[in-house]
Nanobody, 114 residues
Framework: VQLQASGGGLVQAGTSLRLSCAAS????????MAWFRQAPGKERDLVAT???????NYADSVKGRFTIFRETANNTVYLQLNSITPEDAAVYYCSANYGNMNYWGAGTQVTVSS
């Protein structure tokens, strides 16, 4: 599967943004799809996952603010970011996991102005 993330940009704190991850190849419902993020000088952290059965899971830092969902009709996974804070600034990556196989897309930059 090939993944293409998009939707990043410069946003003000307190506003919203939607990231998209378009997949080509096998349908996304086959995979556990996830969003990670990496801020400068920090490790890449898991933000949210949507499992093949459709159940989402979130990092504590984004619970109640971010939503991961998928649209199988266009084979795309989204990450809705609400109430954005400066701490959310990072490069966001989407990934697909199937068994012991992990696939990554190029990241999309989210910059937050306070």
């Amino acid at each position: 599967v090939q993944l293409q993330a998009s939707g990043g940009g410069l946003v003000q704190a307190g506003t919203s943004l939607r990231l998209s991850c378009a997949a080509s190849g096998r349908t996304i419902s086959t995979y556990a799809m996830a969003w990670f993020r990496q801020a400068p000088g920090k490790e890449r952290d898991l933000v949210a996952t949507i499992f093949s059965g459709g159940v989402p899971n979130y990092a504590d830092s984004v619970k109640g603010r971010f939503t991961i969902f998928r649209e199988t009709a266009n084979n795309t996974v989204y990450l809705q970011l609400n109430s954005i804070t400066p701490e959310d600034a990072a490069v966001y990556y989407c990934s697909a996991n199937y068994g012991n196989m992990n696939y990554w897309g190029a990241g999309t930059q989210v910059t937050v102005s306070s």
